[in-house]
């Protein structure tokens, strides 16, 4: 059984969010990735498009649905290795999510405001 679960703030290079937790004394990674926070998230797409979040924008709903992540990432993980081959790691899939019932608690989401629009100058001539 794993507890203590936590969302990893580290400077990490993967895209998406990270959650620690413990099987005694072994410390357990779960990952889902943004595309599957997106995809759980995307009813509260701006108008016009999707738009995906930000790290700081799927780590603040992490860990505001911990309790939910952790249901989801403990019923993985205690399937163990013939259901989930990178066992110890478990890596949340959308599919996990849709079986699992959980809805993401989207009350207290902030979108950070977009950086502007970048304009491409093209040269009307070209040169030599």
Do not use: C
Not at 33 to 38: L, P, Y
């Amino acid at each position: 059984m794993i507890d203590r679960f936590a969302v990893d703030d580290s400077p990490h290079n993967r895209d998406g969010l990270v959650i620690q937790a413990w099987d005694n004394e072994k410390l357990i990674d779960a990952f889902i990735s943004r595309r599957v926070m997106d995809e759980w998230v995307q009813p509260v797409s701006p108008a016009g498009g999707r738009r995906s979040l930000f790290r700081t924008e799927y780590n603040a709903l992490g860990r505001q649905n911990l309790d939910a992540i952790a249901r989801i990432v403990s019923a993985k993980y205690d399937r163990g290795p013939a259901f989930n081959r990178q066992h110890p790691y478990v890596e949340v899939l959308l599919s996990d999510i849709v079986g699992s019932g959980e809805a993401v608690d989207q009350s207290q989401l902030v979108r950070a405001a977009l950086p502007p629009a970048l304009e491409r100058v093209v040269p009307l001539t070209r040169p030599n």
